[in-house]
């Protein structure tokens, strides 16, 4: 079916109990996507090249330019994350010219060409301190895991300086659980280093993929 298509996006939530900020997932390094990625207005982006399996990934392959896009938490309703893939979506079909709108296009958003997902390290509740969106600095705190039994209390702290582009929900986790993803953005030297090829996709230190789409 996907043979017949220019274009494909494959759209997302993040996986049970996570929750995305709107953002597309494309491999920056190809100069056709990187310009479809360019029609879309008011969302972040996030360099990832695909893993094996993907419906984009083979879509690539194919010769069909094709992007992920995420938007918030899996079986919920969010109205601001559906307004906001769907005004994306339409800034990107104006550009086309396939559904001519009116449209006034904001500030753009950063362009994340590596992230890292932070893990708990112990098992417990977690309670976060900070929400989707938000800036951090290296050394800030993101949030604790507490047992219940007995009330001990593990920090997870940010090493990078970024935004928080996906986090988990408060909920009980176990050690290793992916708690917060965390975008980097990159100066003009690391972006023509993904032009190269030579920057990993969003891929943590055990070279798994945390978020799968």
């Not at 419906?55 to 109205?79: D, F, H, P, W």
């Not at 079909?93 to 112990?122: H, N, V």
């Not at 050394?139 to 986090?167: A, E, F, H, K, W």
Request: hydrophobic share 35%; net charge negative; aromatic share 8%.
């Amino acid at each position: 079916m996907i043979k017949h298509c220019d274009y494909l996006i494959d759209i997302h939530t993040g996986s049970f109990r996570r929750n995305n900020l709107p953002q597309i997932r494309a491999n920056m390094s190809d100069p056709k996507i990187a310009e479809f990625v360019s029609y879309f207005d008011k969302i972040a982006v996030v360099h990832h090249t695909g893993g094996i399996g993907m419906l984009r990934t083979v879509a690539n392959q194919s010769g069909i330019v094709a992007l992920t896009m995420e938007l918030g938490e899996s079986l919920r309703i969010q109205e601001n994350q559906i307004e906001a893939g769907t005004y994306s979506i339409n800034s990107m079909l104006d550009k086309l010219e396939m559904y001519p709108r009116t449209f006034i296009w904001g500030d753009p958003k950063p362009t994340y060409y590596e992230s890292q997902w932070l893990r708990a390290e112990s098992g417990g509740i977690l309670f976060s301190e900070m929400d989707l969106g938000d800036k951090v600095s290296r050394g800030d705190v993101l949030g604790y895991v507490t047992d219940p039994i007995t009330n001990q209390r593990t920090q997870i702290v940010s090493p990078v300086n970024g935004n928080i582009i996906g986090m988990a929900v408060n909920q009980v986790v176990i050690p290793g659980f992916a708690a917060y993803h965390i975008g980097i953005e990159s100066t003009q030297e690391d972006m023509a280093k993904v032009v190269d090829k030579s920057i990993p996709s969003d891929i943590d230190t055990n070279g798994e993929v945390i978020d799968p789409e």
